[in-house]
């Protein structure tokens, strides 16, 4: 798509230069016009400088009883009282000064304050009033500059226009978009039957799995305008100015049907209404606005209205209801098929050795959204240009996740060999614990060497395939191996540090969704005590239940936690020289794969 762009430069552009030419008049012409300042000195200043030759024209003015005169150069005026002295002229004469029968006047403070100040002022003012009404003109009258106007931004079809083709990963979110491109480009064959198309179609999903692009290649597929705004631009500091531009932003989509409108982060102006004191008058009039404006329109007009959202369950119902935005689309994270598609799409940006592996890489990548992946096949670009090579290789596919996941390598990051001992033998407590039970996905890769993310050393697992649904035996297998790092320190040192920071959040968080959103808790069964609120957006969770039944949550979540602590504790126990065994390799070289660690597992 290629974005219009308005010829128009913005008014600060004329005053600036209305400005410098002030300016330029201020010091080149004004001081032609503004008369030297006389300065008073005393009479013995006077003969001083005459004894001196220093004397240039001199005017003697009996009647103010006054003498003005100027230096040799005649630059500076200076004036002083007369003294009697019959001898003065003579000096003078002597001295070479000239006398003056022209009377050298003083300027007026007023008048050089007037010229120096009040005229190059009134000549901006006056001259940015112009150009302000000028411009006003040109851009159709004096309303074209109201806050009303809607600034979307206009893209119109261009030899490289976002396909379907280049959205990977999302195959059920296109297969419910091409209709509404089968309609654009034919919308005879749905009128015969007395088919219409939704009026608006909400894309939903995590932040980075490419709603916006689905719109852009939906506008690309049906070869017609494309209007782009955000819904934060809609908000203004004046009530009434966000509706404005939802009224102008819709007459140009009529104006231009058929076309599609595309309002990203609708939230931000689609939220829930209440009636709370202190709510947001001038957002909830714009919603208002936007929801008339819905309903003011057929579905066979040729204005599709798309929208974009990580959070629809904070949208009004009133938005949401058939008739506005009929539609839902989920765009989801992709999955192993996907994640491999779309990085195939991106290394085609790119120079990648004809080897990589993109399915081990995808299978690596587990849970990322399009843009990580995007992300993740330039940092592998990069750090092949950092080493000198032409291509990306394998090797960069693999540390670029790691970047995304846990950060850069620490390079001046020196740990002592207490500290070192005790990451080595914490990693391997995961990694061991892991391989020791069954429904765990097998061990990849095994590190110690610190990363920006503040990780002194992560143990990676993978899944062989997608993995939608998890036992009851699978998540406590899980929590176990979060506790076996700290595990293997206690075994290993009688002693625990604080490394385990990060296992103990997420095994805590684990085992309360098991009880109180997973029913897998034997004294409440299927009774959910806990609600998710923005799952797109990190998930947050909230009680809801009585005092008494959260102190019984908290109890189970402890003793579940508490019995995998001690599950993973008897493994490594019962399995003490492969322990040390490995910690000692890891320790050594740093880093293992998962076919050296099961190589050695296995002797």
């Known amino acids: 798509m290629q974005e219009v762009k308005s010829p128009k430069k913005p008014l600060i552009f004329y005053y600036c230069i209305v400005l410098l030419l002030l300016m330029l008049f201020n010091a080149l012409v004004t001081p032609r016009l503004v008369q030297r300042q006389v300065q008073e000195v005393d009479y013995g200043t006077f003969m001083s400088m005459t004894e001196k030759g220093e004397i240039g024209l001199v005017e003697v003015q009996e009647q103010e009883n006054q003498i003005i005169f100027t230096d040799k150069a005649k630059e500076n005026v200076y004036k002083t009282g007369m003294m009697p002295d019959p001898d003065l002229t003579e000096r003078l004469y002597a001295a070479g000064a000239e006398f003056s029968g022209e009377i050298i006047e003083q300027a ?43 600034n979307a931004k206009v893209y119109v079809k261009s030899s490289e226009g976002i396909q379907f083709a280049d959205v990977a990963g999302e195959d059920e979110a296109k297969d419910n978009l091409r209709e509404i491109v089968d309609y654009l480009h034919d919308p005879g064959k749905y009128q015969e039957i007395g088919a219409s198309m939704p009026k608006g179609i909400l894309l939903v ?42 009224r102008d932003l819709f007459k140009q989509a009529k104006e231009k049907a058929p076309c599609i409108v595309f309002i990203d982060e609708i939230d931000a102006i689609g939220k829930k209404r209440d009636s709370r004191m202190g709510g947001n008058d001038e957002r909830e009039q714009t919603l208002n606005q936007l929801l008339t404006e819905m309903d003011g329109f057929e579905g066979n007009n040729g204005v599709v209205i798309l929208a974009a959202t990580n959070r629809p369950e904070s949208l009004d119902p009133a938005l949401t209801r058939p008739g506005r935005f009929d539609r839902r689309v989920p765009v989801e994270l992709p999955d192993l098929k996907g994640r491999e598609d779309i990085l195939k799409v991106h290394a085609k940006k790119i120079k990648a050795a004809e080897d990589v592996d993109f399915e081990k890489i995808a299978r690596m990548a587990s849970g990322a959204s399009g843009a990580e992946l995007a992300n993740i096949v330039n940092e592998a670009a990069l750090r092949a240009v950092r080493d000198g090579r032409r291509f990306a290789s ?153 005092p008494e039944t959260q102190a019984e949550v908290d109890r189970q979540v402890v003793e579940l936690v508490k019995k995998q602590h001690e599950k993973a504790l008897d493994i490594l126990r019962s399995d003490r020289d492969m322990l040390d065994k490995l910690a000692k390799v890891l320790y050594e070289k740093e880093t293992i794969t998962g076919e050296e660690f099961m190589a050695i597992l296995n002797a």
């Open 205 to 246: 999903g995590p932040p980075g799995t490419g709603k916006t692009m689905l719109a852009k290649a939906v506008a690309g597929e049906s070869n017609v305008p494309f209007f782009s705004m955000s819904g934060s631009e809609f908000v203004e500091m004046f009530v009434g100015m966000g509706a404005s531009k939802v």
């Open 108 to 150: 007026s403070p007023l008048l050089s304050a007037l010229l120096s100040w009040v005229l190059p002022i009134a000549v901006f003012i006056g001259l940015g009033q112009l150009l302000s009404r000028q411009m006003m003109k040109n851009m159709g009258g004096p309303n074209a500059m109201m806050f009303g106007k809607s």
């Open 394 to 546: 394998q090797a960069d596919f693999e540390e670029s996740i790691e970047v995304v996941i846990a950060g850069y390598q620490k390079k001046n990051a020196i740990l002592t060999d207490q500290e070192k001992w005790a990451v080595a033998y914490h990693e391997i407590g995961h990694a061991l614990v892991a391989a020791r039970q069954t429904h765990s996905a097998p061990v990849q890769k095994i590190t110690i060497i610190p990363r920006t993310s503040g990780a002194l050393g992560y143990t990676m697992q993978v899944e062989e395939g997608n993995h939608y649904l998890m036992t009851k035996t699978e998540l406590e297998n899980k929590i176990a191996t979060l506790t076996g790092g700290r595990a293997a320190e206690e075994i290993r040192f009688g002693a625990v540090s604080t490394g385990a920071a990060n296992d103990i959040e997420q095994a805590t968080k684990l085992a309360r969704a098991m009880v109180t959103r997973y029913g897998m808790s034997a004294d409440f069964d299927m009774v959910a005590l806990e609600t998710v609120t923005d799952p797109y957006l990190g998930g947050d969770t909230s009680l809801a239940c009585s």
